[in-house]
């Protein structure tokens, strides 16, 4: 699968995983590394069950897309991420060398690869990645927001007059 569409279709099995962490109480993030029409790489957001600050969807996608390929080296893959990249992961696809990279939503906070930094596309690093932002953009926002939503209203108190 090549393509706008194809784009769509993974990032919808991205929302897949994404959805799999909310359900586990992290943040919805969840990422894909597709390599020859293949997943050879998968994860969501685990920082609160592994209490580990480098466990976001895209790093843990990364390892098992290393494992799997038996080379640290991503050549020919693609990321697909639910939001944008924060600077954390946008360094460790410039060093996996992944060449594309898509994403749903962008990140207002910790935006690397467009928002606020272009870290994939920076010419002072050596390797640079194609950025595919704004796929499937408004179902993954919408995931994220009402996960928020969700938060804020537990911890409101209901006679806080």
Not at 24 to 33: N, R, S, T
Not at 65 to 74: D, T
Not at 121 to 131: A, G, I, P, T, V
Request: with cysteine.
């Amino acid at each position: 699968m090549t393509g706008d569409h194809a784009d769509e279709q993974w990032m919808q099995v991205a929302i897949a995983e994404a959805r799999l962490a909310e359900a586990k109480g992290e943040v919805p993030v969840g990422a894909l590394i597709v390599h020859e029409g293949q997943v050879i790489g998968r994860g969501h957001n685990e920082r609160e069950a592994s209490q580990d600050p480098t466990t976001h969807a895209e790093m843990v996608a990364i390892r098992e897309a290393a494992k799997q390929l038996g080379s640290w080296r991503l050549i020919d893959t693609t990321l697909y991420v639910t939001l944008e990249p924060c600077p954390m992961c946008a360094g460790a696809l410039v060093n996996a060398r992944v060449p594309r990279v898509v994403w749903g939503c962008d990140d207002p906070k910790a935006g690397a690869t467009q928002t606020l930094y272009r870290i994939g596309s920076d010419e002072r690093l050596n390797h640079r990645f194609e950025c595919v932002p704004g796929v499937l953009a408004d179902e993954c926002s919408a995931l994220l927001s009402q996960f928020f939503a969700a938060i804020r209203a537990k911890n409101t108190p209901r006679n806080s007059r």
